[in-house]
């Protein structure tokens, strides 16, 4: 004999309340929890802040697994968990691969981070592949950001790089980024800038077989 329609209608109606209350548990002890650990800087998206709640208890071989981190510091008072996680310093953003290039040549998707921490990197790598920092440009970089205003730069090949500037001049830079190169920028650019032959870019890349080129 089937049920009468009534009952039927209140067991639906019953499990369905049951069913909100377990929800309604397990969504305050969620809240619950995320509310009890507290993040120290705006560097980290709200989902990396949820991941490493999610794992609190595992908490320093979690974030050992990210090289970008430079170091973190985790502090419990009463029944709250503070979070302190300093980034390492970075260097360029790619927005083709969505990454952040840090100084020591570690690499991250922008996923991990805020909006506000991703703006506020003002080199742009155009590179199909997000760069790497070799060493000549990681021992130069500051000379030629002293003297150049950068916006952009490209790794070529796998060897060299090319500087975009504010004006949209190219410099195209040689392998070997040596001081002799950067004295002679210093010394000479403001020559060069006033060319009237200087409109497009500067050629550097035969510098060591001492030949330039400007357009």
Known sequence: MSPHPRYLIIS?????????????VFVSLENESSNSIKFNDQNLSLSFEK?????INNINDYLNNYKFIQNYIIKKKNSKVFINIVLKKPFAKNNLNQEIIFKDNS????DYF????????YLIDTSVESLKINKYLNTTFNDLKRIFNITQIEFIDQRRYNLILQNNIKVMLPKKINKELIIFIEENFEFLKNSNDFKEYLDFRNFNEKMIRVK
């Open 107 to 110: 690499l991250a998707s922008y």
């Open 114 to 121: 805020s909006q506000s921490f991703i703006d506020s990197i």
């Open 51 to 55: 991941d490493i709640s999610q794992n």
């Open 12 to 24: 639906i109606i019953s499990l369905l309340f049951l069913l909100f209350g377990f929800y309604y």
